[in-house]
């Protein structure tokens, strides 16, 4: 049974600024060979295409690398869709996406480095974990 894995933007955009950390353990070494499943949806995407954009990243990368590495992300995840209306589950809605694309993807997991998802208290099936926990987790 393959681990299905929601993860959050934020952590694939420190991925891409420094390639370092638990982050980068999950998606160099285990996704890539294939100890889960990464879920994705349309939201998630447009997510990361809007904080890479922001301006203080303009002098880590520049468009051609933002553009292919959400095109990466496309092609590696699986995607879901939710609905365009997602009900209220976190104390930022901006969050909300998230938890829909775990309940859509049957997801197991959400990786987040976000304080407010990672205290988040759900009756969902997934658990919400860091990407240092899950990297434990997988390793044991």
């Given at each position: 049974a393959f681990m299905r894995v929601v993860i959050d933007p934020n952590l694939l955009v420190s991925y891409l600024l420094t390639h370092r950390g638990p982050i980068a353990q999950l998606l160099d070494v285990h996704l890539a060979?294939?100890?889960?499943?990464?879920?994705?949806?349309?939201?998630?995407?447009?997510?990361?295409?809007?904080v890479l954009k922001y301006d203080k990243f303009e002098r880590y990368f520049n468009d051609e690398t933002r553009l292919r590495f959400i095109?990466?992300?496309?092609?590696?995840?699986?995607?879901?869709?939710?609905?365009?209306?997602?009900?209220?589950?976190?104390?930022?809605?901006?969050?909300?996406?998230?938890?829909?694309?775990?309940?859509?993807?049957?997801?197991?997991f959400i990786i987040s480095g976000d304080k407010d998802i990672l205290e988040l208290k759900t009756e969902n099936a997934f658990q919400i974990m860091s990407a240092r926990q899950f990297v434990d987790l997988i390793a044991r």
């Amino acid at each position: 049974a393959f681990m299905r894995v929601v993860i959050d933007p934020n952590l694939l955009v420190s991925y891409l600024l420094t390639h370092r950390g638990p982050i980068a353990q999950l998606l160099d070494v285990h996704l890539a060979r294939e100890d889960f499943i990464l879920v994705i949806c349309a939201q998630l995407l447009e997510e990361l295409n809007r904080v890479l954009k922001y301006d203080k990243f303009e002098r880590y990368f520049n468009d051609e690398t933002r553009l292919r590495f959400i095109a990466l992300v496309a092609a590696i995840g699986e995607a879901v869709e939710i609905p365009e209306e997602v009900p209220p589950i976190t104390r930022d809605p901006k969050d909300d996406y998230l938890i829909a694309c775990a309940i859509a993807g049957n997801a197991n997991f959400i990786i987040s480095g976000d304080k407010d998802i990672l205290e988040l208290k759900t009756e969902n099936a997934f658990q919400i974990m860091s990407a240092r926990q899950f990297v434990d987790l997988i390793a044991r």
